[in-house]
Nanobody, 124 residues
Framework: QVQLVESGGGLVQAGGSLRLSCAAS????????MGWFRQAPGKEREFVAA????????YYADSVKGRFTISRDNAKNTVYLQMNSLKPEDTADYYC?????????????????WGQGTQVTVSS
């Protein structure tokens, strides 16, 4: 059974940084994509970033490009989202997800498993 457990959320001032972690277990993820999504109150879920489990391909939403970095540690089965220069509009619940397939998608509907989420609040 696949499990994804996020951690690292919290309250930070605008301009600050946070690093989110997503520990994955339950199967091998060699031919998968790991993604981060977020959902702010009253808004739809949106794609943030994705990384291919094998290889170096990474993808970002325009709103976070240059500020967020997605990375993975295969040995620890963990994916990270380093968030710098945070803005109040980054405030949301952040979720990691895994897509069991070799094709990249930014549409959350194409992801197979989801974590419970971690809350990020950026104060102005």
């Amino acid at each position: 059974q696949v499990q994804l457990v996020e951690s690292g959320g919290g309250l930070v001032q605008a301009g600050g940084s946070l690093r989110l972690s997503c520990a994955a277990s339950g199967r091998t993820f060699r031919n998968s994509y790991m993604g981060w999504f977020r959902q702010a109150p009253g808004k739809e879920r949106e794609f943030v970033a994705a990384v291919r489990w094998s290889g170096t391909s990474t993808y970002y939403a325009d709103s976070v490009k240059g500020r967020f970095t997605i990375s993975r540690d295969n040995a620890k089965n963990t994916v990270y989202l380093q968030m710098n220069s945070l803005k109040p509009e980054d405030t949301a619940d952040y979720y990691c997800a895994v897509r069991l397939g070799s094709t990249y998608y930014s549409d959350g509907k194409m992801y197979d498993y989801w974590g419970q989420g971690t809350q990020v609040t950026v104060s102005s």
